[in-house]
């Protein structure tokens, strides 16, 4: 599957092991939370500007991090995981 810059969520949810759980697609930025069976989780910070994404990820306690997305620090993917 091609990037599809639209819909950055498909494609991640066709590459990895998470499945899409929230977005928040309202403004710049913008952001899509993703979780795996175990309880893992995965936020994706899209900077519609300037085309760029931005990863964090843990281990549990998803929707506290969901909530709080907008204040925790994004780093590059090879970084992240």
Do not use: C
């Amino acid at each position: 599957m091609a990037w599809d810059l639209e819909h950055p969520y498909i494609y991640m949810q066709e590459a990895l092991s998470y499945r899409i759980s929230d977005m928040d697609v309202s403004s710049n930025p913008r952001y899509y939370g993703y979780v795996d069976k175990a309880g893992k989780w995965m936020i994706v910070k899209e900077d519609t500007t300037g085309y760029t994404y931005r990863y964090i990820r843990g281990d549990s306690d998803y929707t506290t991090n969901w909530t709080g997305r907008a204040l925790l620090s994004y780093d590059y993917y090879y970084n992240t995981f």
